[in-house]
């Protein structure tokens, strides 16, 4: 007969995991009651860089940063500016046949239709005027042939010099008038970020900086497509 007696653990629907000498189980017994209960979840503090994560009472809430105002005047001022671009390539199909031109404005229209429907819906979940108030727009420091303005959008001499244009003109024209449009909306997110408090809306915080990412992007392709047809007309 075994000199040492050896007793199961098991759990309660009956499985046994294994087996422990008698004179440990003690020992085991206090390790599984420091166990934490299932049925109570722990909220935990994550630490600083170095520092060790802490352990808040299980009835700690977490309270989100209240809403800045600079949020919603940001959400309002993008449709603005997007509307814009929308208009811009709503000219392309009567104005140019490049292919490359086309197919570039069919995406920023498609994206930027989209976006504005959600700019919408964020800024009427927030019970948020759509349109920005006449005493935002005034004071704003523009000239005041542009206090309707967002930063990079086109003036209405600009916007008429390019329903005006036609073919390689236009195309011209309508690329560099986009890379300025893209650069206001890439002033308009730093504007945001650099307000205290401001974005960090989640929602709000994504779609800004999905904004920034992909309007980087396209002012990359159209510097090429500008520098492409400069090429071009010098052959």
């Not at 934490?36 to 299980?58: F, H, I, R, Y």
């Not at 086309?102 to 759509?130: H, N, P």
């Not at 890439?186 to 504007?191: G, N, P, Q």
Request: proline share 6%.
């Amino acid at each position: 007969m075994d000199i040492v007696c050896r007793t199961r653990l098991s759990l309660i629907w009956g499985i046994t995991l294994f087996t422990v000498p008698a004179f440990l189980v003690p020992f085991s017994s206090a390790l599984f009651a420091q166990q934490p209960d299932p049925a109570k979840p722990s909220v935990v503090q994550p630490g600083a860089p170095g520092e060790p994560t802490k352990a808040l009472p299980p009835y700690t809430k977490a309270t989100l940063p209240p809403r800045s105002h600079a949020d919603a005047t940001f959400m309002q001022g993008m449709i603005m500016h997007h509307s814009q671009a929308v208009e811009m390539t709503a000219l392309i199909d009567s104005h140019t046949q490049n292919k490359e031109l086309r197919a570039l404005g069919a995406r920023i229209s498609s994206s930027q239709t989209d976006e504005i429907k959600f700019m919408k819906r964020w800024l009427a979940a927030r019970g948020e005027s759509i349109s920005m108030p006449m005493t935002e727009m005034s004071g704003m420091e523009m000239p005041h042939e542009m206090t309707h303005l967002m930063p990079g959008m086109l003036t209405s001499a600009q916007m008429q010099a390019l329903r005006q244009a036609k073919d390689a003109d236009f195309d011209r024209l309508f690329l560099a008038g986009m890379i300025q449009h893209h650069s206001g909306a890439l002033a308009m997110v730093k504007d945001l970020f650099d307000t205290a408090g401001a974005g960090q809306d989640a929602e709000l915080f994504d779609f800004a900086t999905d904004v920034d990412s992909g309007q980087r992007a396209e002012i990359r392709i159209m510097q090429g497509m500008l520098q492409k047809k400069s090429e071009e007309e010098k052959q």
